[in-house]
């Protein structure tokens, strides 16, 4: 960050609107924070713009630029805000002064083919921006949650101890009430035993359905997909209710003609209709697994004398079991998360984690939810980011991507 040189910079007339843009945005939720948002788009747009008018024509000096702007933010942020808005102030005067410069000396440009003209330079940073605002806003939901959770009070709001960092804001509590409360731990134990299970069930039916279907000799294959995978595209309220009378009259046959206990068919129905909607998700990921299945391996087998069964477990298995284990994966986050089908499905004593969730949401606002909650983002990102890691082998050995 030295002085700047005279190489590949732009216009004024060019940096200074996008600083200002880029302002005007952050100062649109600065201004929602203050209860008006019109003033502190035109505040942010107008101070970004004129500091980089300043520090491009004035100062000229990059360096300083940067420490005058993170230090300015920083400093205006704690005074309004506290500890948390100077970390706030810290990150944006940072970020404007280097995109001012970014912009300014033609950055932008240096990764990028040298031969793209300005149109396509523009489309390909606004498409990034805008996958980066998509991100932002699925993202901000599960950021806002995760501090709460923490929350030393019982509120769903952030106190002004937590905004200060104060140390007597936060606490866990609500933690604590999650791992103590015997209603949330019999909800929590419930969906570890309704889970697992459907899990196997799915990974077990959509294994063998996926390899069936993928043999160019069975009739009917495409419509076979379509039912099989229907779960995953009928909206779930009508599946809810169409497994509602159906298990209804399966859970009256085991009680009232078999004599089964009452609790033990409440389980079964659940784990069942879990399993039909994990089911889809195994077809899926397995069949695009055996894509790129070479089925030579299998015929080889065949004539070393394998049957099929050994043929299976000892060639076909292992090179598929990532997009297996990847199915089921998805098929427990379905069954773990899912709180619809067991509304409609079980009762009272099959209550499962999600079920609980809502029922606390309807009945009495606990922040326990928010504990909760995390938890569970936990869980999700440790699955997702072991689909990943089986996605990557899958493609290893497959030779699709380098080893």
């Not at 209860?35 to 035109?42: A, E, H």
């Not at 506290?82 to 944006?92: A, E």
């Not at 409440?266 to 397995?286: C, N, Q, R």
């Not at 499962?352 to 909650?373: C, D, H, N, Y």
Request: aromatic share 12%.
């Amino acid at each position: 960050m030295a002085a700047l040189t005279p190489i590949s910079r732009k216009p004024l007339s060019m940096v200074l609107p996008s600083v200002a843009l880029a302002g005007a945005f952050a100062g649109m939720f600065v201004g929602a924070g203050n209860g008006s948002v019109p003033l502190g788009m035109i505040g942010g747009a107008a101070l970004t713009a004129l500091l980089a008018w300043i520090y491009i024509s004035v100062l000229k000096n990059e360096r300083l630029a940067y420490w005058i702007n993170i230090i300015g933010f920083a400093a205006v942020g704690f005074a309004v805000s506290g500890p948390m808005g100077g970390v706030l102030g810290f990150l944006g005067g940072w970020f404007f002064a280097w995109f001012t410069f970014w912009l300014y000396e033609g950055r932008y440009r240096r990764k990028l083919l040298p031969y793209l003209t300005a149109q396509q330079v523009f489309y390909h940073y606004l498409f990034r921006v805008i996958c980066g605002a998509i991100f932002v806003f699925l993202i901000t939901p599960i950021l806002v949650v995760l501090p709460l959770s923490f929350n030393a009070q019982d509120f769903f709001t952030f106190t002004p101890e937590m905004l200060r960092l104060d140390p007597e804001g936060y606490s866990l509590k609500h933690y604590q009430d999650f791992f103590t409360n015997n209603e949330w731990q019999r909800s929590f134990k419930n969906s570890l035993i309704i889970a697992p299970i459907a899990t196997i069930i799915s990974v077990t039916l959509g294994t063998l359905a996926a390899i069936g279907l993928s043999q160019s000799h069975v009739p009917g294959r495409r419509a076979i997909m379509g039912i099989l995978i229907s779960p995953m595209i009928v909206p779930l309220i009508i599946s809810a209710t169409g497994m509602f009378f159906f298990y209804s009259d399966i859970g009256r046959f085991l009680e009232g003609t078999l004599g089964m206990n009452k609790t033990f068919v409440g389980y079964l129905k659940v784990i069942l209709a879990h399993a039909v909607l994990g089911i889809p998700f195994v077809i899926i990921t397995v069949t695009a697994t055996l894509v790129g299945f070479d089925r030579s391996l299998t015929r080889a087998a065949a004539n070393m004398g394998a049957g099929p069964v050994r043929t299976f477990f000892k060639i076909q298995m292992p090179l598929i079991l990532p997009g297996v284990i990847s199915g089921g994966l998805f098929a427990f986050i379905t069954s773990f998360d899912e709180v619809v089908v067991v509304l409609f499905v079980g009762s009272a004593s099959q209550k499962t984690l999600p079920w609980q969730m809502f029922t606390g949401l309807r009945e009495q606002i606990s922040p326990t939810i928010l504990a909760v909650a995390t938890i569970l983002v936990v869980i999700s990102i440790a699955l997702l980011t072991t689909v990943e890691l089986l996605r990557r082998r899958s493609e290893r050995l497959r030779g699709l991507t380098p080893a």
